[in-house]
C-alpha cells in the first residue's frame, strides 16, 4: 500500500470527482451500469446524511476513495426505535482496490463514528471483506433483516457494536433507509443524472445481483 494517503472531509468542490469515481468502482459490479453515484449525489441534502462522516482518501492530491454515513434506526421487538447508522456507498477507484485501501479508509470513518457516540452500524455487504473492519453477521446481534425468516443467518446483513453494550437486551429488525433505492423512485430524475457523466457500456456479467 502506498503510505503517502491523506483522509479528509468531503467538500463541495470534490462532488463531482467522487460522484464520478463511484461510478467508476461500481460500474457494471453488481448490475449493468450502477446507480451509487446517484445515491450519493440525493443523499447529501437527505436529513439522515452526516456530513461529518463523509470522507474522502487522496493520494499525491488525487482522490482514490470514499465513503459516507447515514442515520438509520432498528424497529425493536418492544416498540423503541433504536438509533444506529448505516454506510455506502464506500468508493474505491478501480486501479486502487484490492490493495487495502478500502478496509484503511473504513476503519477510520468507523473510528470517527464511534467517537461521535454512535452506538452502532448495519449494513448490507460482503462478509468475507467487511469482517476485516470488525462487522459480524448481524444475527449473532439478535437483529434482523426485513423480508428474511428471523431464524435465518443472513449472509449479507452485517453489523458491529460501536458503544460496548449499546444493543444489550434488544431484539429487533432492519428496514434498508428509503434514501438508498432513489434511483428506482426516480429513474428518470438517475437518467437525466447519469447522462452528465462520460458515456460507458452496460453489461451482464456473472455475479451481479441484478
Given amino acids: 500500500m502506498n503510505k503517502n494517503i491523506t483522509i479528509r472531509l468531503e467538500r463541495e468542490e470534490d462532488h463531482r470527482t ?33 456530513p461529518e462522516l463523509d470522507f474522502v482518501m487522496e493520494t499525491d492530491g488525487v482522490l482514490m476513495g470514499h465513503v459516507m ?4 434506526e432498528i424497529a425493536a421487538d418492544d416498540g423503541r426505535n433504536i438509533p444506529i447508522l448505516t454506510f455506502g456507498p464506500i468508493s474505491i ?3 486502487y482496490k484490492r490493495k487495502g485501501y478500502g478496509v484503511t479508509l473504513l476503519r477510520f470513518a468507523l473510528e470517527k463514528a464511534r467517537e461521535m457516540g454512535f452506538g452502532a452500524v ?5 462478509i468475507d471483506f467487511y469482517r476485516h473492519a470488525g ?5 449473532g446481534l439478535h437483529i434482523h433483516y426485513h423480508g428474511e425468516p428471523r431464524e435465518s443467518d443472513v ?4 453489523g458491529q457494536e460501536l458503544k460496548e453494550g449499546y444493543l444489550e437486551g434488544i431484539e429487533g429488525t432492519y428496514h434498508t ?25 452496460k453489461k451482464v456479467l456473472p455475479g451481479q445481483l441484478m
Fill in 135 to 139: 462487522f459480524t453477521l448481524a444475527s
Fill in 177 to 201: 433507509p428509503k434514501g438508498y433505492f432513489v434511483a428506482m423512485d426516480d429513474p428518470e430524475g438517475f437518467e437525466a443524472f447519469d447522462a452528465l457523466f462520460p458515456k460507458k457500456e
Fill in 69 to 72: 454515513f447515514s442515520k438509520a
Fill in 18 to 50: 467522487v460522484e464520478n469515481l463511484t461510478r467508476e468502482a461500481f460500474w457494471n459490479v453488481y448490475q449493468p451500469g450502477c446507480t451509487e453515484h446517484y445515491v450519493l449525489h440525493c443523499y447529501r441534502s437527505n436529513p439522515d446524511f452526516i
Fill in 155 to 158: 449472509p449479507y446483513f452485517l
Fill in 122 to 126: 448495519f449494513m448490507e455487504g460482503n
Fill in 93 to 95: 477507484a478501480p486501479e
